[in-house]
């Protein structure tokens, strides 16, 4: 949204701007600089012209053009030739953004992460620092979740065709967070016995390693290598055995555009699991964090729908930023209940801004999603292109939706490519990290984060890593341990 600021509306939003304590030109600067933060002068607004402002301010014109150019410095007026300066926020250099562009240089594939869209979550945050104060009398401490927030991702469910209360909601630091929350509250570790924990297979890494920690023992279900068309995304036989022979405590998958392969399960096949999993006894958990990056619009149900004894886990972090750390749980009160009583021996709550900002964010979900989506379908064709252009030997599964291609390489040289990688100036992780005992080691996941220019510096550097791996075989060999690195 863009406009146009009169010097008289400028003039009310400053009030009591100056003290004296300070040179005028900055006080002016300092109190804009102020307002454009706590988003009472929205972004993209041009300021009144020079002249008109100081005969309305009654102060000379001098001062405002020192206290503009003060702003533009800082990065917080636009600086546009001729044009009114508009009002904006300072850009982050590239090389202090993490995972876009690593300090050293590096561009990182670890990361399955995109940066935030800096203006909507900024409002987000500017419209929370203003409801903040109602909230400063209580105690801060609400282990369920803020219940505003509550309500609003309890309504996003009931849109999607799950009705759902806040009742059924539980607020998380992320869905990280919340599937340890679930682990802590439903694996047993007595008498020797281990749980075991039924997962999609590959699956993402931080998942497998929470399951690990809990004490469990983590059952793969092989994902089919490439899903013939029309036979469904999953193999819902190998579920459904495995359900009956393991009787697992848990199920844990990722139905909406799995990470790493970007496959989203057909309503159908949701219906058939929830069944099976029901039989068995087991929980059924779908880690939904990827569910909004609908990249193709293709129509599915919350795995909520097919069975009232499933837990879902969502997140903010793919939809607008993982720097948010807001995430849930959604499942009947009783398991709500004891996830609470889990929660309290970690921690006894989110951060009150934190949930005041995603309450916003969940509120108007969509308009800024279709952005992001439009700029990821451009990402995706890129990506698929390089690759098909510069690694034609590499096989590339079509991801319905998410953040990244699951590809499938020549050989088993996935961990000796990442642990190269960082000399042809890219991070990776090892497709191992995706298994269970070692698989994987023939597949690599790469994100489609990047823009086209990025990625086409990435693949090029693939292709270098791939080549010096080919003339020096004695380097696979080498490099038999994935190394263990962070990823998202
Ligand atoms: C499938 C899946 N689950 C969970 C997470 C972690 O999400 P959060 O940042 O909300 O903890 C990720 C992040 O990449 C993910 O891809």
Redesign the pocket.
Known sequence: MSGQLSSPALARLLGQWQSGAAPAYRELADVVRLLILDGRLPLDTALPGERPLAETLGISRTTITAAYAQLREQGFLSTGQGAKGRTRLPSIQAAAAPGINAPDGVLDLAY??LPASGEVVHRAYASAATELPALLPGFGYEVQGLPGLREAIADRYTAAGVPTSAAEILVTS????ALNIVLRALVTRSGGRQDKVLVDHPS?P??LDAIRVAGAKAVPVALPAVPAIGSGAWDLDAWETALEQHRPTIAYL?PDFH?PTGRLMPDRQRRRLARAAARAGTVLIA?E??RELNLDGIPSTPMAAFGPGVVSIG?L??SHW?GLRT?WIRANPDLISRFCSARSSMDLGGAVMEQLAATHLVRNLDQPLLDRLESLRANRSALLELLGSELPDWKIEYPDGGLSVWCRLPGPISTALTVIAPEFGIRLAAGPRFGVGGSYDGYLRLPFTLPPAGLRTAVLALRAAQEKLASAPQLRRDTAATPVNAI?
Do not use: E
Not at 174 to 177: C, E, L, N, Y
């Open positions: 399955a992460a992320g869905a990280q967070h993402y931080n998942a990722i990470n880690d964090t990827l997140s972090s793919k993982g995430g998202a």
